[in-house]
């Protein structure tokens, strides 16, 4: 158990509202990441951060940001929400960039824009 | 744009038989990962290969990185109900960057 939790586990929200899920780690790691999990594509990154303040884009960033203000918190917006963010999203943290990208998730929250 | 291909995409097989899954790339990369996922739950890590040629074994799990390290393939002897889930392969070519497959979706019947 690498300590993340995820909040909310379920969101319905119309579209244009902004969106916040956050994401909080107790074990203080570096690293963490935002993926969105669709059917047929996996997980694709959408932001990542290296320290607090340090963050940036991955493969699907459109129409998302991040902050990360503590260590221990993760924070991913939507600014404007469309039917194409509907999706499952993953927070992970990584504890040693030193033995590769294995990755530890939350347990997800899933997104319904209607 | 790199890609992993996992196949097959969804496996329904029968309780005791064996199963092999598979992930390709034309990408080489530094390591490969294999995690199972549960409906409702995040991915959860069975293990890292980073040798090309490895051979790595967890109970009845068995995984090869090939010797290219382009490729890797899961083994499942005489699976189990327990085993049934989706299975993500995920490499990661350097920096921040790692790339998932779509996955494996096993079934596996009682």
């Known amino acids: 158990d690498a300590g993340i939790t995820q909040s909310p586990r379920h969101k319905v929200t119309e579209t244009g509202t902004p969106v916040t899920l956050r994401c909080h780690q107790t074990e203080n790691h570096r690293y963490m990441y935002w993926y969105r999990q669709d059917p047929g594509h996996g997980l694709r990154l959408i932001h990542y951060s290296y320290g607090v303040k340090d963050t940036d884009k991955g493969e699907v960033s459109d129409g998302y940001s991040v902050s990360r203000s503590k260590t221990e918190d993760f924070l991913l917006t939507l600014e404007s929400a469309t039917s194409s963010q509907t999706s499952v999203y993953f927070c992970?943290?990584?504890?040693?960039?030193?033995?590769?990208?294995?990755?530890?998730f939350g347990q997800g929250t899933r997104l319904t824009v209607v | 744009t790199q890609l992993l291909e996992q196949s097959p995409q969804f496996l329904s097989i029968q309780e005791g038989e064996n199963l092999t899954v598979y992930c390709n790339s034309s990408s080489v990369f530094s390591s490969l990962q294999w995690y199972r996922q549960e409906p409702g739950e995040g991915p959860v890590l069975l293990v890292t290969?980073?040798?090309?040629?490895e051979v790595k074994k967890l109970k009845r799990l068995t995984f090869q990185f090939g010797d290219a390290r382009k490729d890797s393939s899961l083994h499942i002897t005489a699976a189990q109900p327990g085993d049934t889930g989706l299975y993500l392969c995920a490499g990661e070519t350097g920096g921040f960057k790692t790339i998932f497959g779509a996955g494996t979706r096993l079934f596996v019947k009682a």
């Open positions: 290969v980073v040798t090309g040629g």
């Open positions: 992970a943290i990584t504890r040693d960039r030193s033995s590769g990208t294995e990755a530890f």
